[in-house]
């Protein structure tokens, strides 16, 4: 199952709070210069209509404001059809196969992946978030960054004109290098004065210690926010998985690869190029709307959301691709890449300059 929006603390709290002013991050991004503190949202995020009783966030906790102000969402520019709008309004709010769609904000329905600025107008996310069931790469038009605040209804906008997709990674097939850049720019719907409240992540360096079980990892989201079993439409208590207006946080492990080689789902993903992450005794995990979301140490993205099975289920760790892997083919696709590209690409060996070999 791709890991398509953070689960993660099993509390409930009245209406979402505002952001909590900046500060260091206590996973350790305070090794980064503080960003300005993004503006408060003009209001709190109404609550769903089918959890009128408060506001529950499933293993996760809000992110402070600046702690993490390379964080991008990624969603659709395509609406849901009438038809399917329709189909689920009539369904019974019984039915587990209804979405609820009428009490979701905008936010909500186009929600599709999170992200990471590595450059003032570079993103990295995961590839599966711009290729289809059928191993094709969707259109460039098709897909938008949100960025500049962790509520995402205050949040701005900007385009993406260039997609490079790892010339290695299928959909259908192994979801190894599960890896993807994309060039942003502003436009008509860029507010760029939220643009200052943005600031790219550090990429790992050649000399960074190798990643220790005793590490302490942070993953954050905008996804889903419901313990599930793989491929379920529900929680495990039945209610709908809805996403989060505010970005959540959780706090993970480094795991042996030997757990995640055990979940079939995973086994054949399984390489040096990802990571095997577990949640501690909190339960907290990432979940489908996280895929392509930064796994940090210490203000350092590390990994990217990538697959599993389910979310938060005991005992059931996830897949990351591994950053460091890809750092030649990161700065490569930078520096070589030209707008209008959406493309599967390798860096090619051997060349005195940075250049891609690409194909669709």
């Not at 095997?276 to 005794?281: P, S, Y």
């Not at 059931?316 to 490569?332: D, F, K, N, Q």
Request: glycine share 10%; net charge neutral; aromatic share 4%.
């Amino acid at each position: 199952m791709m890991r398509l929006v953070l689960a993660g603390l099993l509390l409930v709290v009245q209406p979402v709070p505002e952001p909590a002013p900046a500060g260091p991050d206590p996973a350790g991004s305070s090794m980064l210069p503080d960003a300005p503190s993004p503006p408060a949202p003009d209001a709190a995020p109404p609550m769903p209509a089918t959890e009128r009783e408060g506001y529950r966030v499933v293993r996760g906790t809000a992110a402070a404001a600046g702690s993490a102000p390379w964080q991008v969402q990624i969603f659709t520019t395509v609406p849901i059809p009438p038809e399917q709008l329709a189909a689920d309004r009539a369904l019974p709010a019984s039915s587990p196969d209804k979405k609820f769609y009428d009490d979701m904000s905008p936010h909500e329905r186009d929600h599709l992946c999170g992200g990471a600025l590595i450059a003032p107008d570079w993103a990295i996310t995961a590839a599966h978030c711009f290729v289809d069931r059928g191993d094709q790469l969707r259109p460039l038009a098709s897909r938008r960054v949100r960025l500049g605040n962790n509520y995402l209804p205050s949040a701005t906008e900007m385009a993406i004109d260039r997609v490079i997709i790892h010339a290695d990674y299928r959909r259908t097939g192994d979801k190894r290098h599960d890896i993807a850049l994309i060039h942003l720019v502003a436009d008509a719907h860029t507010d760029t004065a939220l643009l200052d409240y943005t600031k790219p992540i550090r990429l790992p360096a050649a000399a960074m210690r190798p990643l220790a079980a005793s590490d302490l990892l942070k993953v954050t989201g905008w996804g889903m926010t419901g313990e599930n079993d793989d491929g379920a439409a529900r929680d495990i208590d039945g209610k709908p998985l809805r996403g989060t207006p505010l970005l959540l946080e959780g706090r993970l492990n480094l795991a042996d690869a030997a757990r995640c080689r055990a979940v079939p789902s995973m086994a054949r993903t399984v390489w040096d190029g990802v990571l095997c992450v577990a949640g501690d005794t909190s339960g907290q995990d990432s979940c489908q709307g996280d895929s392509g979301g930064p796994l940090t140490r210490q203000g350092v993205l590390v990994g990217l959301v990538s697959t599993g099975s389910g979310c938060g289920r005991p005992g059931v760790p996830a897949l990351y691709t591994r950053v460091e892997t890809y750092r030649g083919w990161i700065s490569t696709v930078m520096a070589a890449s030209r707008p209008g590209m959406n493309a599967r690409c390798r860096a090619r060996p051997g060349s005195r300059r940075p250049a891609l070999n690409c194909q669709r």
